[in-house]
């Protein structure tokens, strides 16, 4: 029970991976804050949270607004008391062909998947700080450090994480804070059936075939489960992770050495 006695907030913890972060977490002792928008699958990742044995908060969060960042912290510190762990979970996706990204598709993927990453990050910081210990983990992806014809927003979205991660981790690492970041490849969950469906459509694939294909390009040879996140996720959040900062760690069955 390596956090034992902790705090974690997981953005986007309503599915997929931060469900599943949720849960790792709790299992490592922690007590979790559901920072989510969608209240069914919120209170589901809660249920499931108690029944590791944990205690589990829901607040509803839109990780785009600062006012309910700052909320989201307040009601954090008066139902628990003390804010530990922050995993900046939540994320969007949208493709495009390059002449074909609009503006309002490029601010809607950086407000989500960048601003919203750094403005979560400082308003935990201020506790975190005052406590002279934290620990940050951040969502970015195996697309924050590949190109890509089809989703350049995404992209650089993920690279910039990859960037914030690496300042943050300098600017806080004397306060005793540690701010890390994972890079996932191909994860089967809701966002990567609207991946598949998206990106087989500008490629002239079905998604079913723009699946399989994506599969075999994986060195390892299959998809990736929300779980392989979350216990790596797990790992940087606890203490056996002491002296690591600023990593961005790929977690994509080999794609990235891969080519």
Excluded at 39 to 63: E, H, S, Y
Excluded at 99 to 106: A, D, G, K, N, P
Excluded at 216 to 226: A, D, H, I, Q, Y
């Amino acid at each position: 029970m390596e956090l034992q006695g902790q705090v974690a907030i997981v953005t986007g913890a309503g599915r997929g991976i931060g469900r599943a972060t949720a849960l790792e977490l709790a299992r490592m002792g922690a007590d979790i804050v559901v920072a989510e928008l969608d209240a069914g699958g919120a209170d589901k990742t809660a249920a499931l949270v108690q029944d590791v044995g944990r205690r589990a908060a829901v607040i509803p969060t839109d990780v785009t607004k600062r006012t309910e960042l700052a909320a989201m912290v307040d009601r954090t510190l008066a139902a628990f008391g003390r804010i530990d762990v922050l995993v900046n979970n939540a994320g969007i996706y949208r493709a495009a062909s390059t002449l074909e990204i609009t503006e309002e598709h490029w601010d809607a993927i950086m407000t989500i998947n960048a601003k919203a990453v750094f403005f979560a990050t400082q308003a935990v910081l201020p506790t975190m700080i005052a406590a002279k210990r934290g620990a940050i983990v951040s969502l970015a992806s195996m697309a924050g450090k590949v190109g890509s014809r089809t989703n350049l927003p995404y992209n650089a979205s993920k690279a910039a994480v990859i960037s914030m991660t690496k300042s943050l981790a300098l600017a806080h690492a004397a306060d005793g804070i540690r701010v890390n970041c994972v890079c996932p490849g191909f994860v089967e969950t809701d966002m990567w059936t609207m991946v598949a469906r998206e990106q087989s459509a500008l490629l002239g694939q079905t998604p079913e075939e723009f699946t399989r294909r994506r599969q075999e390009s994986v060195p390892l040879g299959r998809m990736e489960r929300p779980e392989d996140v979350a216990n790596v996720i797990g790992f940087l959040a606890s203490p056996r992770a002491a002296y690591m900062t600023g990593q961005a760690l790929s977690v994509d069955g080999g794609l990235v050495m891969h080519g």
